[in-house]
């Protein structure tokens, strides 16, 4: 049985049986939804539980009490004894009335797929930090839960000096978890101000930083041992990596850059552990260049890299140059095309050590060119300067304001030093 933190929702002392549901709804069709059920059902056996049934229902909008309406709640209670299930997995977030309305009509837990990436999480967290970040996300979601579980709701007495009925066991229970919350909100930040202190030691010593992003078990920690040696645990299974490692890279041109392996990413994160990883996600937003590591042999990758698009922006990271790594090309032969439709990609296999050398120095020429590349706020009435700038360097971006134009272009020294009146300092 695996060592589990305080809280984790799924029980290991055996092997669960576990209903899956998934719904289509207006605007989502029956193809993506059995996509994220296959998904959903690697998650549950990472998990460590077995999937014996899975039920698919359409509706033009969630029921308020059960998310799928009695009559299917009823229907998949049958299910559940017929299969002799343990638990039903809910693709969707329930509310928590959904949670405590389900488990009295099926007889047995409800739980979404949150719960079930909360508890993966808090399976393989290692570290202290990653420990506190899993158990911070996982108080996050069971507090406002706390309403009907289990026997903690019978009257208190007050206590010496105190008035009226004393409060419930329900109010104790929320302050104990609050004042957790709490704890651990507080080591984090102090965690962060270490953290802070090293950052500034490595601006320093003018290290640039680049970060590993991707889909979950896209091969991220395999490419950081390729390119360093780093010898981290890299196994073919969701969620290997929850805490940052960084390591020293030396790049064809003789630079040494830092490369960070952060935590995979999946459709749907949940958003506390976003929000619990926020400290750790900084990396990205602080790094110099992001390689987006994607999956080319995934059924999917397209989606799954909107899906890390989506919690690179919500991280503030989403103006941070990417470069596309197209992993697995000794997978799949499509994985070759899918780079093909990525301007600028590079397509690899970090297992075998095919295309790393050609990555390397697609990461020097990112760097430098990112070196020259200039912010300029250029007024209306200058047209002429507008004029040259887009005949002289390459511009990246251009964002029109009412008294000025800012744009992001990549010029030599020559145009720097021409352009000099218009630079915004960094």
């Known amino acids: 049985m695996s060592t589990q933190l305080p809280g984790t929702l799924i029980e290991r002392s055996f092997r ?8 289509v709804l207006p605007g989502t069709t029956g193809e993506e939804v059995e ?11 990472t998990a460590g539980a077995d999937v014996v049934a899975r ?87 069971r507090l406002p839960r706390l309403r009907g579980r289990g026997h903690a709701l019978s009257q208190q007495a007050g206590g010496i000096g105190t008035r009226g009925p004393g409060e419930t066991q329900l109010e104790v229970d929320r302050r104990r978890l609050v004042r957790r919350m709490h704890r651990l909100e507080a080591d984090l930040r102090e965690v962060e101000r270490t953290r802070t202190v090293q950052r500034r030691s490595r601006a ?40 940052p490692r960084t390591r020293q890279l030396a790049l064809p041109g003789g630079e040494t850059v830092l490369l960070t392996d952060t935590v995979g990413f999946v459709r749907k994160l949940p958003h506390e552990l976003v929000e619990a990883f926020r400290s750790t996600l900084d990396s990205l937003r602080l790094a110099d260049l992001l390689l ?45 095309r899918l780079a093909d439709g990525f301007e600028g ?8 050590g095919e295309g790393v050398a050609e990555l390397l120095r697609a990461v020097g020429d990112r760097l430098r060119l990112a070196d020259r590349v ?36 990549v010029l030599d020294e020559a145009g720097r030093s021409r352009f000099a009146d218009f630079v915004v300092p960094a």
């Open 55 to 141: 039920v698919v229902q359409r509706r033009d909008r969630p029921d308020p009490a059960t998310f799928v309406g009695r009559g299917k709640a009823a229907e998949l209670a049958e299910t559940s004894e017929r299969t002799d299930a343990d638990t039903v997995v809910f693709d969707e977030d329930l509310t928590p009335a959904q949670q405590r309305n389900l488990d009295r009509l099926l007889g047995r837990t409800a739980i979404d797929r949150t719960a079930v990436i909360l508890d993966i999480f808090a399976q393989n967290a290692r570290s202290p930090e990653g420990k506190a970040q899993v158990e911070l996300a996982l108080l996050r979601y």
């Open 16 to 23: 669960e049986r576990i209903v899956l549901v998934g719904v």
């Open 374 to 409: 200039v912010e300029l706020v250029i007024p209306w009435a200058r047209g002429d300067v507008l004029a040259a700038v887009h005949r002289e360097g390459e511009v990246l971006a251009q964002k029109v304001g009412d008294d000025a134009a800012t744009v992001q272009v």
């Open 292 to 336: 987006h590591v994607v999956d080319g042999s995934a059924p999917d990758p397209r989606a799954q890299v909107d899906a890390v698009r989506a919690v690179v922006g919500e991280v503030g990271a989403a103006t941070v140059p990417e470069l596309m790594v197209v992993n697995k090309i000794d997978r799949s032969p499509e994985a070759r």
């Open 345 to 352: 990609a590079v397509a690899i296999s970090a297992r075998t």
């Open 35 to 45: 996509a994220n059920l296959d998904e959903l059902a690697l998650l549950v056996d």
């Open 204 to 243: 320093r010593g003018r290290l640039r930083e680049v970060a590993l992003v991707g889909y979950t078990n896209a091969g991220k920690s395999t490419l950081l041992n390729a390119l360093t040696d780093a010898g981290v645990p890299a196994e073919d299974r969701l969620f290997v990596t929850l805490d």
